[in-house]
């Protein structure tokens, strides 16, 4: 463990919850609104059909020495889950999802699309909660990300596994 994460665990956990650490910095992290939060939790149940695989929100994944993000959602192996780990290694990690809120576009466009290829996360989508609801996803391949899929309404997906996302779902009442 890096003198950084070392660090990391020592704080307390009101402080974890609202910050993010980035090459060994604490980064503060605003509150997700409400309508971000209700996308998160229906997408974490339309995640969490697949066989052997479990849909976390807003983990802890360690993406590089010393950096350690939260994803609004990812979906982790059940066996790595039932491991009950403080917090998750990116090889853990089948698909890290971020909702975008004010404030953060850049950071989910670029900086974390760069940090979650360059830990090796297989899967990563930005989800856009302007109307209309949108989804971009990316896959690995080569050590790079390509956009396999993007869209907005119903939006095909083959992995990191198959299924279709009803993107009007997210926010309807």
Sequence with gaps: MTGALARWDALPEHVCRAHELVAGELVPVPPPAPRHQVACARLATILDVAPGR????????????????????????????????????????????????????????VTKLAEYRDAGIPDYWIIELDDPVSLTAFTLVDGEYRRVASGSGEVELASPFPLVVDLAELLRR
């Excluded at 010393?66 to 089948?94: G, H, I, K, N, Q």
Aim: a negative charge; hydrophobic letters at 45%; proline letters at 9%.
């Design 54 to 109: 479990t849909a976390v929100l807003r983990t802890d994944v360690v993406v590089g020495p010393a950096t350690v993000r939260a994803p609004d959602v990812v979906v982790v192996p059940s066996a790595r889950l039932d491991e009950e780990p403080v917090r998750f290694d990116a090889e853990d990690v089948l698909l890290a999802v971020e909702v975008v809120s004010p404030g953060t576009g850049r950071t989910d466009r």
